[in-house]
């Protein structure tokens, strides 16, 4: 996969102040005086883990930057918990919906559950020692991602509530995943919204370039200095391995390669005839080469542009037995929805031009705010321009590690398309 979440930051400096985006304070309700404090009241009513300005009604005078508040409904009913950041974009970020209290146990708790749900309930341990160990909202703490990779734990943090926590939160999961070293990383964008301070780490950061790991019986070096943010595309693991069962004794193009996870899944475990990745970033590829030589398999791996290489191989009549397109996120924002689109279509009109007839076409898409109907569409739409009908054998997500919740569909980022291209 090239690049879902953009190559990783470096530290911030110090994040200068800014004018609050916080509501301006309401009249406090007048039963709110028998309110667990620090409280929050909420205008309207929201599953959604973010709660935005204008969607917040009265604040208690000492609710602070970080803290973990009480939340009400406008009917003054407990409605569950959340983070609380005045600064930011989303002012409150829940972490709990009910009616019972909820305190900092309950944020352990959750920890504890997402560890559990790797390790005991899927039992990654047995296939790989790299997996996502906690997702975000989807796992109950809104702003911390943590991937394993093997004694290591790779951590991306987005909220200021998660950050004045991570004392107390990595001996916890060090204890539960059997990790020692960490890092963590933290967006210089994020950093200046959510006022985070990164040269204030309250839990230090290890001096790790690289580790590797072990994926169904394949080794990938990680390294964390060149790499795209927590280090590895986990989500994708259970794609890998489905991709080497179609392509035994295959010719196959892996387009947008990255590091090589499916060059070299469809190389080693499917027996593939001959694999082409290419990618545009030059690091990637040297990832790319030093995993096939740890692995002692033989890959083409290619630095080009995937849509100028395409062409090429269109130019030069090269058909595949199997294309696989997994390039980064097309679609950053709201603002360049349309282009990101535009070029979700042309890279797929090149890549199914790339394959022959009754051959096997997978493309992804890692943009969250383009929906799965939407890229569906898109992709449709590319084969219809090439005169080809698509017979689709199933849309994919993520593994199981990465979960997403129903009351916010933009965690549903990763879309898989399997089909044969007629």
Not at 192 to 211: A, F, N, Y
Request: glycine fraction near 8%; proline fraction near 5%; include cysteine.
């Amino acid at each position: 996969m090239s690049s879902d979440f953009g190559k990783r930051p470096h530290y911030s400096r110090s994040p200068q102040r800014r004018p609050s985006l916080s509501p301006r304070p309401a009249t406090a309700p007048a039963n709110s005086t028998n309110w667990l404090s620090p409280w929050i009241e909420l205008k309207y009513f929201s599953y959604n883990p973010a709660i935005f300005p204008r969607m917040i009604g009265a604040v208690s005078p000492d609710a602070q930057p970080g803290d973990l508040v009480h939340v009400y409904d406008k009917n003054g009913a407990l409605f569950g918990a959340g983070f609380w950041n005045a600064v930011s974009k989303t002012p409150l970020r829940m972490v709990y919906h009910g009616s019972e209290v909820f305190s900092e146990e309950g944020l352990d708790r959750a920890l504890t559950n997402a560890v559990s749900l790797r390790r005991h309930t899927l039992q990654l341990d047995n296939t790989t020692n790299a997996y996502r160990v906690v997702h975000g909202d989807s796992d109950g703490i809104g702003g911390l991602i943590v991937d394993r990779y093997a004694d290591v734990l790779s951590l991306e943090v987005s909220t200021l509530g998660a950050w004045q926590r991570l004392n107390r939160w990595l001996p916890l999961l060090h204890n539960l995943c059997g990790t020692t070293r960490h890092l963590v990383h933290v967006d210089d964008n994020i950093a200046r919204m959510e006022h985070i301070d990164t040269q204030h780490s309250p839990c230090g950061s290890s001096s790790i370039p690289c580790v590797k790991i072990k994926e169904n019986g394949i080794v990938y070096e990680v390294n964390f200095d060149q790499g795209h943010k927590t280090g590895f595309f986990c989500d994708q693991r259970d794609n890998r391995l489905r991709f080497s069962t179609l392509v035994k004794g295959a010719s196959v193009l892996d387009l947008c390669c990255y590091s090589g996870g499916f060059s070299l899944a469809a190389k080693m475990l499917g027996g593939a005839a001959s694999v082409t990745g290419v990618d545009l970033d030059e690091k990637a590829i040297a990832m790319a080469k030093r995993n096939a030589n740890l692995n002692q398999q033989r890959i083409n791996f290619v630095h080009a542009d995937a849509f100028v290489y395409a062409r090429q191989m269109i130019r030069n009549g090269t058909l595949f037995d199997a294309v696989l397109l997994d390039p980064p996120k097309f679609i950053l924002g709201r603002e360049g929805y349309d282009e990101g689109i535009k070029k979700y279509h042309d890279l797929n009109m090149l890549g199914l031009q790339c394959v022959r007839p009754g051959g096997l076409f997978v493309t992804c898409s890692c943009s969250g705010l383009l929906s799965p109907a939407e890229f569906e569409r898109t992709v449709i739409k590319a084969a219809q321009r090439q005169g080809r009908k698509l017979q689709i054998m199933a849309m994919t997500g993520p593994g199981w590690d990465h979960p997403f919740l129903s009351t916010y569909p933009e965690g549903r980022y990763l879309k898989v398309i399997w089909a044969i291209a007629q």
